[in-house]
């Protein structure tokens, strides 16, 4: 079988939503480019991940808001279709079918070329196909590798013998399992807890660490195991897992104090890695299965035509801050592409700064998470003067129209020496809209001084923001 070669621009390895943002600036840009995809084209966002997932939390969420307000809990009579709610889900993923995506790629005027993708030297690509074609692509301008992450799974005996479910296999489950073990308690262990115990699941989280959510304020964690209880799911800290088998149809896992917790799944959550295992890393110099390491134009450390965009980098692992990192990618290989010089300038339309301290993040569960920006404990690692405030939501007067006995707190990190806010955090119902005030606000480094004319309405849950300047100033 003869080897099909072709060349364009820009050759982008991985169609998810990184790779389509990068592949769109650039042919906007005036580049031909195309999208390398073996799987779905839309990738992990779309069928397995933020789509999916809180298609499944929103059903909770809505009843827990309206049971929490008198005269309209009254209202709710029934409990949660699990079934519509698993097929509305199927609807966000378009049932795992591309075919909508694929034609956005197309209308955007990128090619798509549907197979595994392999670095082979300098600009080169070779895709194979699933009938073991072969297409030789090169790159006039630049390859972007797109390729995310995967779940990773812990070196714990047994444990890759049992079918763990990844977070794949939690987000696009088709029933609810009768018991369900959550190994890990970060981002995705505590939405995927907090969805399936109220779909149906006796839930029982694993947390190695003293606290959930252990990169964020520790109310964070705190509030959220909480919630987690009182929905009835069993959530142990400080528990490490050292041993995993199936007895029957359960899944057994073993803590290092001998104790058992059995389960009819068990997903495992506890970090991601590169997927640059099988991309041909080695035929540039680079090693296999290790994130890229990148400037601040998301070009490889060395290369002068290899980028490494989104997951693939280990720099934020966000959708939100992939694609933002492919507007800045494909922003400067457009601009080389002209001869035209890169600003490298913090505020330079071509280099990636908000994902060094200023990256916004929602985690969906009850209550939610919204944060950005550094916590008290990264101020203090960084030796920055600073000041922690806390104040509690509920007593303003919109959160308490807004929900009978509502319970939340905010948290600002204030840089004592420059007076802007160096971080933000809200824990409680609905707080995810309060969030890109709070980014504006750290991002743009907006003095204290200047925000106390940013009035917010009346009576609004947006009211925290005045409280918090109260509190501040004494």
């Known amino acids: 079988m003869s080897e099909e070669e072709r060349s364009y621009d820009v050759v982008v390895l991985g169609a998810g939503s990184t790779g389509e943002?990068?592949?769109?600036?650039?042919?906007?840009?005036?580049?031909?480019?195309?999208?390398?995809?073996?799987?779905?084209?839309?990738?992990?966002?779309?069928?397995?991940?933020?789509?999916?997932?809180?298609?499944?939390?929103?059903?909770?969420?809505?009843?827990?808001?309206?049971?929490?307000?008198?005269?309209?809990?009254?209202a709710v009579t029934g409990e949660q279709d699990v079934e519509a709610t698993l097929a509305r889900r199927d609807s966000f993923t378009s049932n795992w079918d591309d075919s909508g995506q694929a034609e956005w790629v197309g209308s955007a005027g990128i090619d798509l070329l549907r197979g595994t993708g392999r670095l082979d030297g300098e600009r080169t690509v070779v895709v194979t196909d699933?009938?073991?074609?072969?297409?030789?692509?090169?790159?006039?301008?630049?390859?972007?590798?797109?390729?995310?992450?995967?779940?990773?799974?812990?070196?714990?005996?047994g444990l890759a013998d049992v079918g763990a479910w990844t977070p794949r296999e939690a987000t696009s489950a088709k029933a609810a399992p009768a018991r369900l073990l959550v190994l890990g308690g970060g981002y995705v262990g505590c939405e995927m807890a907090t969805a399936w115990q109220a779909l149906g699941s006796q839930v029982t989280v694993l947390q190695r660490g003293g606290r959930l959510l252990p990169g964020l304020?520790?109310?964070?964690?705190?509030?959220?195991?909480?919630?987690?209880?009182?929905?009835?799911?069993?959530?142990?800290?400080?528990?490490?897992v050292t041993g995993a088998r199936r007895d029957g149809t359960e899944v057994v896992l073993t803590t290092e104090d001998g104790r058992e917790f059995r389960g009819d799944?068990?997903?495992?959550?506890?970090?991601?890695?590169?997927?640059?295992?099988?991309?041909?890393?080695?035929?540039?110099?680079?090693?296999?299965?290790?994130?890229l390491s990148?400037?601040?134009?998301?070009?490889?450390?060395?290369?002068?035509?290899?980028?490494?965009?989104?997951?693939?980098?280990?720099?934020?692992q966000l959708t939100h801050m992939g694609k933002y990192q492919a507007r800045q990618a494909g922003a400067a290989i457009v601009a080389r592409a002209r001869g035209e010089e890169t600003d490298t300038a913090?505020?330079?339309?071509?280099?990636?700064?908000?994902?060094?301290?200023?990256?916004?993040?929602?985690?969906?569960?009850?209550?939610?998470?919204?944060?950005?920006?550094?916590?008290?404990?990264?101020?203090?690692?960084?030796?920055?003067?600073?000041?922690?405030?806390?104040?509690?939501?509920?007593?303003?007067?919109?959160?308490?129209?807004?929900?009978?006995?509502?319970?939340?707190?905010?948290i600002a990190v204030v840089d004592t020496q420059r007076e802007v806010l160096l971080g933000v955090t809200f824990v409680g119902p609905a707080v995810a809209e309060l969030l890109h005030a709070a980014t504006i606000a750290v991002v743009g480094e907006v003095p204290i001084g200047r925000l106390w004319h940013a009035v917010p309405a009346y009576p609004t849950i947006s009211e925290i923001w005045l409280r918090l300047l109260e509190a501040y100033r004494g």
């Open 346 to 410: 913090p505020w330079s339309p071509f280099v990636a700064t908000a994902d060094d301290v200023a990256t916004p993040s929602v985690v969906f569960t009850s209550p939610q998470v919204a944060s950005v920006g550094r916590t008290a404990a990264q101020a203090e690692e960084e030796g920055l003067a600073h000041r922690v405030v806390e104040y509690p939501i509920g007593s303003i007067a919109g959160a308490s129209l807004f929900a009978d006995g509502y319970s939340g707190t905010a």
């Open 265 to 291: 799944e068990v997903l495992v959550a506890v970090g991601r890695r590169a997927r640059t295992a099988d991309i041909g890393a080695d035929t540039v110099g680079l090693e296999p299965g290790e994130y």
């Open 217 to 240: 304020e520790p109310q964070a964690g705190e509030a959220v195991a909480a919630a987690l209880r009182d929905a009835g799911a069993d959530v142990r800290l400080n528990t490490s």
């Open 21 to 74: 943002n990068v592949a769109d600036v650039v042919v906007r840009g005036g580049l031909s480019a195309v999208l390398v995809e073996p799987e779905l084209v839309g990738g992990e966002c779309s069928y397995w991940a933020c789509m999916p997932s809180k298609a499944l939390l929103r059903g909770t969420e809505v009843l827990a808001e309206v049971r929490s307000v008198d005269g309209a809990k009254q």
């Open 130 to 157: 699933a009938d073991g074609g072969t297409v030789r692509l090169t790159a006039r301008q630049a390859v972007v590798v797109c390729t995310g992450s995967e779940a990773s799974t812990p070196p714990i005996d």
């Open 294 to 316: 990148v400037d601040s134009t998301l070009r490889v450390e060395g290369s002068s035509w290899l980028y490494g965009v989104g997951d693939v980098n280990g720099r934020r």
